[in-house]
């Protein structure tokens, strides 16, 4: 099949650099950037292709631009936004060292509450989803896909869009974490006690206990998740 991906435009270039050079460091955060000149050498780059990546960090919180005054690295961690949070996912390699603990946190708060909003809308949907579930194959690739799956047809049953939204800003994470998460047998055991779980609550028409259960497995996989890291 014919690679139809287009190469990326200089300014699209230029800008991925930036921003690998400010989360692994090389222009730490609440430093100044070099002279606009000085840069585009460095970069290689023309100096109107170097000031429209400029611009589009400005705009996402990545850098803060003053006229007359030298460029400074945003606390983007502090200073930031959303569009900032889905575009760090995309430089896996250059994460910082909590950030896939801290994100599992924010899982522990919301899928409990999507759960349960899926639960008490669409049970039947719901029901359906889980039986599907029963036999995934064991393998981490399998239990990768059925589990971002999960989360995601909860987060559209829930009926509110926003959840759906988060989520899918983090879909490529999700993948690279589920690969090293699902790689021990004893997450994809924990995993499968999950769906059972909550199908039972599900069957039973009890949303609460579905968001109870939730909770709890989102609790655990926290640890779970330190231990798998670990031994990647």
């Not at 910082?96 to 049970?123: G, M």
Request: glycine content about 4%; proline content about 5%; overall charge neutral.
């Amino acid at each position: 099949m014919n690679d139809w991906t287009s190469p990326l435009r200089p300014a699209d270039l230029t800008e991925s650099r930036l921003i690998e050079a400010i989360l692994d460091g090389t222009f730490p955060v609440n430093s100044l950037l070099p002279p606009e000149r000085e840069l585009a050498e460095m970069l290689g780059v023309t100096r109107p292709t170097l000031r429209e990546a400029l611009q589009r960090l400005s705009r996402d919180g990545w850098i803060e631009i003053h006229h007359g005054k030298s460029t400074r690295v945003r606390d983007y961690l502090r200073e930031g936004n959303l569009l900032i949070l889905g575009t760090i996912t995309r430089y896996q390699k250059n994460l910082p060292a909590d950030f896939v603990p801290n994100l599992l946190q924010i899982r522990l708060l919301i899928a409990p509450e999507y759960t349960r909003l899926a639960t008490q809308h669409s049970p039947s949907e719901v029901i359906r989803l889980l039986e599907s579930m029963q036999g995934t194959p064991d393998t981490a690739e399998d239990f990768t896909r059925v589990d971002l799956e999960l989360h995601y047809r909860l987060t559209i049953l829930s009926k509110n869009p926003i959840f759906t939204l988060i989520l899918n800003g983090f879909g490529d994470l999700y993948r690279s974490m589920g690969l090293i998460y699902f790689s021990l047998s004893q997450n994809r055991d924990h995993s499968r006690s999950f769906y059972k779980k909550l199908l039972s609550a599900v069957l039973s028409n009890d949303a609460f206990l579905a968001e109870q259960v939730t909770r709890q497995v989102m609790r655990d996989s926290i640890q779970l998740w330190n231990q798998a890291s670990s031994t990647s």
